[in-house]
T-cell receptor, first 113, second 112 residues
Framework: GENVEQHPSTLSVQEGDSAVIKCTYSDSASNYFPWYKQELGKRPQLIIDIRSNVGEKKDQRIAVTLNKTAKHFSLHITETQPEDSAVYFC????????????FGKGTRLHILP | NAGVTQTPKFQVLKTGQSMTLQCAQDMNHEYMSWYRQDPGMGLRLIHYSVGAGITDQGEVPNGYNVSRSTTEDFPLRLLSAAPSQTSVYFCASQQSSGNTIYFGEGSWLTVV
C-alpha cells in the first residue's frame, strides 16, 4: 500500500522568511496530493492540493510542487506570518473512488518573531 | 449546513469498556473515514467507507468496528477499550478520495 514520508518533523523559521516541507510517496500510481493545516486544538483543513497532471500550483503565498519521477512533492510558504504557525500534513491517494488517503506524520511549523 | 458532526467531544473510558463514537454528515458525501491522531504519528486511517453498505480497513483497524447503513452516518465502535486507544479521533467525509476532506471537530478519548 501507499506510504508517505514527511520531513522535517519540526521547522522553525523567522517571520518573513520562506518555509519548505517535503513529502515522498511510494505508489507511483498515486495522482492526488493534498496539504492540510491544523491549528492547535482544531481540525485539519485543506490549504492546497495538486494532481499528477500538474507540476506546480500556487495560491497567494502558498505553492506546491510535484516531481512524479522522484515521487516527491513539496509545500512552499513564502513571506511567513505568525498565523502560519501550525502543523502541516501532506497526503497521497490514487484519487479513485475506492482508494485510501494516506497522510504523512506532520510538520510542526514555528514562526519566530 | 452543519458539515461533519461527531460526538462525544470528550470521553473517559475504563479498560475493557466499549463505546461508540458517532459521526454524521449532511453534505451527501459518499466517502467517509475515521482517523486517529497521536503525537508524532500524524493522522492514521482506521476504517473508511465509499458508500452505504461498504466499509474497508485502513492502516490501524484492530480493535475498532464500523458500519455504514446510511449515507449520512458512520459510527466507530471500540469493542474493548485499551490504554493504547487513548487518542484524538477525527471523522471525515468527502465526495471521493480525490477531493477535499472535511473533518469533524474531533473526539478526545482517554482510556484508563
Amino acid at each position: 500500500g501507499e506510504n508517505v514520508e514527511q520531513h522535517p518533523s519540526t521547522l522553525s523559521v523567522q517571520e518573513g522568511d520562506s518555509a519548505v516541507i517535503k513529502c515522498t510517496y511510494s505508489d507511483s500510481a498515486s495522482n492526488y496530493f493534498p496539504w492540510y493545516k491544523q491549528e492547535l486544538g482544531k481540525r485539519p483543513q485543506l490549504i492546497i492540493d495538486i494532481r499528477s497532471n500538474v507540476g506546480e500550483k500556487k495560491d497567494q503565498r502558498i505553492a506546491v510542487t510535484l516531481n512524479k519521477t522522484a515521487k516527491h512533492f513539496s509545500l512552499h510558504i513564502t513571506e511567513t506570518q505568525p498565523e502560519d504557525s501550525a502543523v502541516y500534513f501532506c497526503a497521497a491517494s490514487l484519487g479513485w473512488r475506492d482508494d485510501k488517503i494516506i497522510f504523512g506524520k506532520g510538520t510542526r511549523l514555528h514562526i519566530l518573531p | 449546513n452543519a458539515g461533519v458532526t461527531q460526538t462525544p467531544k470528550f470521553q473517559v473510558l475504563k479498560t475493557g469498556q466499549s463505546m461508540t463514537l458517532q459521526c454524521a454528515q449532511d453534505m451527501n458525501h459518499e466517502y467517509m473515514s475515521w482517523y486517529r491522531q497521536d503525537p508524532g504519528m500524524g493522522l492514521r486511517l482506521i476504517h473508511y467507507s465509499v458508500g452505504a453498505g461498504i466499509t474497508d480497513q485502513g492502516e490501524v483497524p484492530n480493535g475498532y468496528n464500523v458500519s455504514r447503513s446510511t449515507t449520512e452516518d458512520f459510527p466507530l465502535r471500540l469493542l474493548s477499550a485499551a490504554p493504547s486507544q487513548t487518542s484524538v479521533y477525527f471523522c471525515a467525509s468527502q465526495q471521493s478520495s480525490g477531493n477535499t476532506i472535511y473533518f469533524g471537530e474531533g473526539s478526545w478519548l482517554t482510556v484508563v
